[in-house]
Structure formats: C-alpha cells, structure tokens
C-alpha cells in the first residue's frame, strides 16, 4: 500500500509542477506583453504571489469552500444510519486514523465525493439521490471508492492542481479583459511610438502572450483532467480490494450512468473532477469519454470490475485492466506485489431489483431530513412529515384526529448524565 501511495505522490508532483511551469511561463509572457522587455521577471513575481494566495486559501479552508459550493450538509446517523454504519466499515478496512465528517447534497442526481487536506480531515459527501437509488453492495462500494481516494492522498493533490488550474485561468482571464477594453493595446501603441522597432517587437510579444493566454489554461486543464482520470481508476482498484466484491461498485456506476434524472445542479468546472462520476450529462446522456473529460469512460470502468473474476487485488484489478483496455495499467509497479484478496459473495438481501415508487420515496424522505423536516408517527400508524417551519407545538392526526406534540423525541445521547 505504502509503495503506491509513494508512487501516487511522485506522479502527482510531476504533473502539478508542469501546471505550475505552465503558470510561471504565462505569467512571465504577459508581463513582457503588458510592461515591456524588462516586465517578464513581473510577471513571474505576479503569477507565484497569485498561485501562492490561491494555496494558503486552499489550504486553510479549501474543502469547506467545495463542500459550501457544492451545498453540502453535516449529517447525523439518524438521517442514514446504514450510510454511517458503511463509512465506519470502510474507515476501518481503509485503516483511516479519523472517521471522515459525512455531508449529504439535497440533489436528486446520484453522485459522491470526498475532500480535505489529510485522512485526519477528510470529509465524504454523498446526494440524495445516491442513496435512494443503491443497495448496501452499490452503496459500499461507492464509499470504498472514495475511502480509496482518501487513503492514496488524492483529495489533497487533486485540490492543489484544482488551485494551480484556477490560477493559471485567472491570469489568462485578466489578461484577455485588458486586451478586450484596450488597455494593454493602448500601452503597446505608446511604447510602438516611443520605441520604433521595438515597438513591432512588443507587438509581437503581445500577440504571443494573447495565444500563450488562450492556450495555456487548455493545456493546465488536460493535464487536471490526466491527473483526475488516473485517479478514478486506481480508486476502483482500491474499492475492488477493500470490499472484495468488485460487482458492488460496478452495479453502482452502471445505475448512476443509467440514471435519468437532470445532472448535479450545483457541479461545476472546479468540483466536477471530485465525483466518482463526471456529474455532467450530454444530451441528455453522461459523458463518458474524451480528452475533455474529467472521467475515464463509465462503460470501460464497468467492464474492469467485472472483468475481475480470479480477486480484488491490485495485480487483479491491472490484469483486467490491460485485458479489457489493451493499455498501460495505472497501477504503478510496486503496488503489484503478490496478495490473494479473495472475491467474496453479495450481502444477502440486497441484489434484488428496488421500486421506483420505494425509490423516489427514500429520496424525497431523506431531502427532507437534511432540510430538517420533523418525522412523526402516529398510534394508528400514519407518518407525518413536518415542514421546518410549522411553528405549532401541536399538530392534528389528518387520519384519527389525535393531537401529537411536535417536539423531537430525546435521541440516544441525551438527557441528564
């Protein structure tokens, strides 16, 4: 395990100090475009004090800032017991040193993430709709998948490079602006006239900067996009590994893909590649592949882990790899060390088919639990939801007429000591 996260770290460097070669370059171009032949070392100075900023943020408070974007809530185990009993399970196959805080997005699109900075502040946020579309089995193995990216320290690299991407479009942003409403136009026509053949040259040097503006945040995006598409096959290896049931995360993805409701109201560019799955859909279908794409194809991930019929080591999960892709696995060598993780069969009770009458209610209940709706039960046996803002203390049975009192009942740590 140790041996991958090592070389998990190595790979991940590289491609967050190519983000940042192609941030300090930008930012030395425009600075010789903006101020002149003495201007680039600037507009280096600029873009490592922007970069810089950007860090200490994300640093100090960049997952409340996602999980605050994404609209995610701090759940109790009352809200899902069966969510908190799975994140414990997985915590302690993971060998986490901390449980994770578990947030839930009121969105009815099936999806899941996790951030932080370290395993001992992790946090794993889920949506409604995940949880009442999937099994234990699925349910499990979504969580494997994102305990994975907590263990391989993904969550801070992938946070880092989010940043490194922010930084280098902010630049390139700025910079088109001035160019836009003229103002870096109007200092090169000055310096043209006080320059002469200079002038020509910055001129040149601007237009260069103008590409090198457009470009650059292309190129910082695919190498995010490599980064992030890596990642989501080594934490399906190691969800493989930590459930011993590859057939979990498989029918989970193949329902999420499936699934036909509008995509994650509130993904975007910065917090789509968190997502086990690209929470983006193209007409009306997800998009699974592409150089653009946040996410390896759903499809090809799927046929992996069913592809994994002799384990659920890492050794097992690169055979299937290479026999379904025909490519280099993206397990590093070290990792393929000689394990048996024996596949073990489904928890009972949870393969059969689910109704989507059952469904879509367990959505809209647990919608309603994160926004603090008060859940009552009758003596005749009739369940009532309450609003957040019902100010009565009192409400009255719509079947039998009984006046029930409105305040909570005392959960299991409460009372007097």
Same mark, same amino acid.
């Given at each position: 395990m140790w041996e991958l996260i090592r070389a998990n770290k190595r790979d991940s460097v590289l491609l967050i100090t190519l983000m940042a070669a192609v941030l300090l370059i930008l930012g030395f171009i425009i600075g010789l475009a903006v101020i002149g032949p003495e201007g680039g070392v600037a507009g280096l100075g600029i873009a490592a004090v922007v970069w810089l900023i950007l860090t200490l943020?994300?640093?100090?408070?960049?997952?409340?800032?996602?999980l605050a974007a994404s609209r995610a809530q701090p759940v109790t185990h009352e809200v899902h017991p069966q969510l908190f009993n799975i994140v414990e399970e997985m915590k302690i196959a993971a060998?986490?040193?901390?449980?994770? !805080?578990?947030?839930?997005?009121?969105?009815?699109? $099936?999806?899941?993430?996790?951030?932080?900075?370290? +395993?001992?502040?992790a946090s794993l946020a889920v949506t409604a709709g995940l949880l009442g579309r999937l099994n234990r089995d699925e349910l499990q193995g979504v969580v494997a998948h994102e305990m994975s990216h907590i263990l391989h320290r993904d969550i801070l690299y992938v946070m880092l490079a989010g940043v490194m991407l922010g930084g280098i479009v902010l630049l390139s942003q700025v910079f088109l602006r001035g160019v836009f409403y003229g103002s870096v136009g109007s200092h090169r026509r000055y310096s043209s006239g006080k320059q002469g053949g200079g002038g020509q040259a910055q001129a040149v040097i601007a237009i260069l900067a103008v590409l090198a503006a457009i470009l650059a945040p292309l190129m910082a995006q695919l190498l995010y996009f490599a980064l992030s598409r890596r990642?989501?096959?080594?934490?399906?290896?190691? #969800? #493989?590994?930590?459930?011993?049931?590859?057939?979990?995360?498989?029918?989970?993805?193949?329902?999420?893909?499936?699934? +036909?409701?509008?995509?994650?109201? =509130? *993904?975007?560019? #910065?917090?789509?590649?968190?997502?086990?799955?690209?929470?983006?859909?193209k007409r009306g279908k997800m998009d699974l592949s592409g150089w653009t794409s946040t996410h390896p194809p759903i499809a090809e991930r799927i046929r992996i882990l069913r592809s994994m019929a002799q384990g659920a080591s890492y050794k097992d999960y690169a055979q299937a790899f290479t026999a379904v892709?025909?490519?280099?696995? $993206? %397990?590093? *060598?070290?990792?393929? =060390?000689?394990?048996?993780?024996?596949?073990? $069969?489904?928890? =009972?009770? =949870?393969?059969? +088919?689910? !109704?989507?009458?059952?469904?879509?209610?367990? %959505?809209?209940? %647990?919608?309603r639990k994160v926004n603090g709706f008060l859940f009552l039960t009758c003596a005749c046996g009739l369940k009532i939801k309450v609003p957040p803002d019902f100010r009565a203390d009192t409400l009255q049975c719509p079947r039998c007429g009984r006046s029930l009192p409105l305040a909570p009942e005392p959960g299991p740590g409460s009372g007097n000591g």
């Open positions: 943020v994300s640093f100090s408070s960049g997952d409340q800032i996602l060998g986490l040193p901390a449980m994770p !805080k578990i947030y839930i997005i009121n969105d009815p699109a $099936p999806n899941a993430f996790a951030t932080g900075r370290s +395993p001992q502040s990642r989501e096959y080594l934490a399906d290896a190691g #969800a #493989a590994r930590l459930t011993r049931y590859p057939e979990g995360l498989a029918s989970a993805l193949e329902k999420i893909a499936n699934d +036909p409701t509008p995509q994650l109201a =509130t *993904a975007n560019d #910065a917090t789509a590649p968190m997502y086990i799955v690209n929470p983006f859909k892709t025909h490519a280099r696995n $993206p %397990i590093p *060598a070290a990792a393929l =060390t000689p394990e048996t993780v024996a596949l073990r $069969p489904p928890q =009972t009770g =949870t393969t059969g +088919p689910e !109704k989507v009458q059952r469904q879509a209610r367990q %959505i809209g209940d %647990i919608m």
